[in-house]
């Protein structure tokens, strides 16, 4: 499907890293599979496995695994950036002090930055100089890195300032398992795949204290409501929060056992601490960081997010999961197409007259 062959940088070999390189490796493409981790990279490249993210699954001899930087950097045009988000800054800055030409990022996190209240391709530009840096492209949607890596049929997006340079990262994806669309809507995408994460966590909560499918159903779809109307008033598309990195992502990440999300917010719905449940994951659950960041925001833009308020009482002020359902059930009478009338209203407001 593609013409040219790359040789593209993954950068972080956790599951979903991994993953992507293998879809970029069923592509024929060379992949330099970069980890700080070195007992990690001789596992890769000896055994061609990973089996602390993915047991089970092969690796293909196209992913070599590199653990110096400037070696996995070195006459790239492209890089897959599959990092925390916490972790964007450090790696972004070592990234620049080893680079000598410029290179496209598509990352494919999903988050934002609590304090500054950025999202990740906006880290990105800040941390990377702009001769260094040719495009950022994102990609994101409803994709568990396990089943990926099973080849399982999945459908993704990806999106940038420059179409281009998204076609681009299009190209050396696309396969007959692995579909990716494109979309314009750069704000809309990372604010759908980053909110998502904080509806998963809830979700999780619910189920752990045993609410049934009934109360799932509806905070999946109260929380798109918040998460369009933020991401509405940051300046997405509405329309992107009814596509993949809308309520397709809310949808996987809200009902999967793959889901990290969801199996943190089961162990706080049963009883476990916040601490005692990020101990036991192993690896990062997003959804904490980027609870306290839509707070934030939420504040800023004067929106109301009454699920993710609730959620950070829960998660940074103690409160029991229980008593914070209860009073979001308990809330005031409201019209449940409130929240699309006003959306569109402002959206008409802002196109009048252009």
Same mark, same amino acid.
């Given at each position: 499907?593609?013409?040219?062959?790359?040789?593209?940088?993954?950068?972080?070999?956790?599951?979903?890293?991994?993953?992507?390189?293998?879809?970029?490796?069923?592509?024929?493409?060379?992949?330099?599979?970069?980890?700080?981790?070195?007992?990690?990279?001789?596992?890769?490249?000896?055994?061609?496995?990973?089996?602390?993210?993915?047991?089970?699954? #092969?690796?293909?001899?196209?992913?070599?695994?590199?653990?110096?930087? #400037?070696?996995?950097?070195?006459?790239?045009?492209?890089?897959?950036?599959?990092?925390?988000?916490?972790?964007? !800054?450090?790696?972004?800055?070592?990234? !620049?002090?080893?680079?000598?030409?410029?290179?496209?990022?598509?990352?494919?996190?999903?988050?934002?930055?609590?304090?500054?209240?950025?999202?990740?391709?906006?880290?990105?530009?800040?941390?990377?100089?702009?001769?260094?840096?040719?495009?950022?492209?994102?990609?994101?949607?409803?994709?568990?890195?396990?089943?990926?890596?099973? !080849?399982?049929? /999945?459908?993704?997006?990806?999106?940038?300032?420059?179409?281009?340079?998204?076609?681009?990262?299009?190209?050396?994806?696309?396969?007959?398992?692995?579909?990716?669309?494109? %979309?314009?809507?750069?704000?809309?995408?990372?604010?759908?795949?980053?909110?998502? %994460?904080?509806?998963?966590?809830?979700?999780?909560? /619910?189920?752990?204290?045993?609410?049934?499918?009934?109360?799932?159903?509806?905070?999946?779809?109260?929380?798109?409501?918040?998460?369009?109307?933020?991401?509405?008033?940051?300046?997405?598309?509405?329309? /992107?929060?009814?596509?993949?990195?809308?309520?397709?992502?809310?949808?996987?990440?809200?009902?999967? *056992?793959?889901?990290?999300?969801?199996?943190?917010?089961?162990?706080?719905?049963?009883?476990?601490?916040?601490?005692?449940?990020?101990? #036991?994951?192993?690896?990062?659950?997003?959804?904490?960081? /980027?609870?306290?960041?839509?707070?934030?925001?939420?504040?800023?833009?004067?929106?109301?997010?009454?699920?993710?308020?609730?959620?950070?009482?829960?998660?940074?002020?103690?409160?029991?999961?229980?008593?914070?359902?209860?009073?979001?059930? #308990?809330?005031?009478?409201?019209?449940?197409?409130?929240?699309? *009338?006003?959306?569109?209203?402002?959206?008409?407001?802002?196109?009048?007259?252009?």
């Amino acid at each position: 499907m593609q013409n040219k062959k790359e040789v593209i940088t993954v950068i972080g070999a956790g599951s979903w890293g991994t993953a992507l390189a293998m879809v970029l490796a069923d592509n024929d493409h060379a992949v330099r599979l970069w980890s700080h981790n070195e007992e990690q990279v001789k596992e890769i490249n000896e055994a061609h496995t990973n089996k602390k993210y993915l047991p089970g699954i #092969s690796l293909s001899e196209l992913i070599t695994g590199y653990a110096s930087l #400037s070696d996995a950097l070195a006459g790239i045009e492209t890089v897959v950036l599959a990092v925390p988000t916490k972790a964007i !800054r450090e790696v972004i800055g070592k990234m !620049r002090e080893v680079l000598t030409a410029p290179i496209t990022i598509a990352h494919v996190s999903k988050g934002i930055e609590p304090d500054t209240l950025l999202r990740i391709s906006e880290m990105i530009k800040e941390e990377m100089p702009a001769e260094l840096l040719k495009d950022v492209v994102v990609l994101s949607g409803p994709s568990h890195a396990e089943e990926v890596s099973l !080849r399982h049929p /999945t459908t993704v997006a990806v999106t940038s300032e420059n179409m281009a340079a998204a076609e681009k990262i299009q190209d050396l994806f696309i396969n007959n398992n692995f579909r990716v669309y494109t %979309n314009s809507d750069v704000i809309g995408v990372e604010i759908g795949g980053a909110l998502k %994460n904080i509806i998963a966590l809830a979700a999780g909560i /619910t189920d752990g204290l045993g609410y049934g499918d009934n109360a799932k159903a509806a905070l999946m779809t109260r929380g798109l409501a918040e998460i369009a109307r933020l991401g509405t008033k940051m300046g997405a598309n509405p329309l /992107t929060f009814s596509g993949l990195a809308g309520i397709g992502d809310l949808i996987v990440t809200c009902t999967s *056992v793959h889901s990290r999300n969801w199996r943190a917010g089961n162990m706080l719905g049963k009883g476990k601490s916040l601490d005692e449940v990020l101990d #036991s994951m192993g690896m990062v659950v997003e959804g904490v960081r /980027t609870t306290k960041a839509a707070y934030q925001l939420s504040k800023k833009y004067d929106v109301k997010m009454p699920i993710t308020a609730a959620l950070y009482e829960v998660l940074f002020n103690g409160k029991d999961a229980k008593d914070a359902a209860e009073i979001l059930m #308990s809330r005031g009478k409201t019209h449940e197409m409130e929240d699309l *009338v006003n959306i569109l209203e402002e959206r008409i407001d802002e196109t009048e007259f252009n």
